[in-house]
């Protein structure tokens, strides 16, 4: 869905090294997730946020953080990249006007570390 | 965290077959949606179901919803080539969506 980005598509890192995934979104919706999916399995929460001024963790947070720099950014870093994160990342947004609770995810970023 | 449980795993199908995949889960929900993801792009939404619904039809897809058995259906009919894809059931509290390891559907020419 173009109205979420996610940079880079494609990012090949070295065990140790700090690395950061941004997400943008112009869909004007008020909640962000960051989401990581290993092959043959579904897809897991990283974090969340509801607002700006809104930080959560998911279910598997251990190794990464996050910023919510504005209501359409939020950046997910992994502070010390190890193997085990080489995964697809998915950043989603969700709109709570009116009770809406269907996610829109942007196209995601292969992330391999080495 | 819950997690709905799709069946089958994968499910090979020809194209104009109909397919039909399950979730099931263990607590309780507010409502369950279904996803498809192409070949490691971005999931789709699909259709939400809310907890006090028994069926919804989105063009041919019919989802189903059975909150005693905790379970639902996802039925794509006279499935197409671009039906090909990999299906999650999402179950939704809170604004937050937890993910089954979906059902992988070939559609064969």
């Known amino acids: 869905d173009a109205d979420v980005t996610q940079t880079p598509r494609n990012r090949i890192t070295k065990t140790g090294k700090r690395i950061m995934l941004e997400c943008s979104q112009t869909?004007?919706?008020?909640?962000m997730y960051w989401y990581r999916q290993d092959p043959g399995l579904g897809l897991r929460l990283i974090y969340y946020?509801?607002?700006?001024?809104?930080?959560n963790k998911g279910e598997i947070s251990d190794g990464y953080s996050v910023s919510r720099q504005a209501q359409a950014k939020f950046s997910l870093s992994l502070e010390s990249a190890i193997p085990n994160q080489t995964a697809l990342y998915f950043c989603?947004?969700?709109?709570?006007?009116?009770?809406?609770?269907?996610?829109?995810f942007g196209p995601g970023t292969r992330l391999t570390v080495t | 965290s819950q997690q709905g449980e799709e069946d089958p795993q994968a499910l090979s199908i020809q194209e104009g077959e109909n397919a039909t995949m399950n979730c099931s889960y263990k607590t309780s929900i507010n409502n369950l949606q279904w996803y498809r993801q192409n070949s490691g792009r971005g999931l789709v939404h699909l259709i939400l179901i809310r907890s006090n619904e028994r069926e919804k039809h989105s063009g041919r897809l019919r989802v189903t919803l059975d909150t005693s058995k905790k379970s639902s259906s996802l039925l794509i009919t006279a499935s197409r080539a671009a039906d090909t894809a990999s299906y999650f059931c999402?179950?939704?509290?809170?604004?937050?969506?937890?993910f089954g390891a979906g059902t992988t559907v070939t559609v064969r020419a």
């Open positions: 999402a179950l939704s509290n809170d604004y937050k969506l937890s």
């Open positions: 989603a947004t969700s709109d709570t006007k009116g009770a809406k609770y269907e996610q829109y």
């Open positions: 946020s509801f607002d700006v001024k809104d930080i």
């Open positions: 869909k004007g919706h008020d909640r």
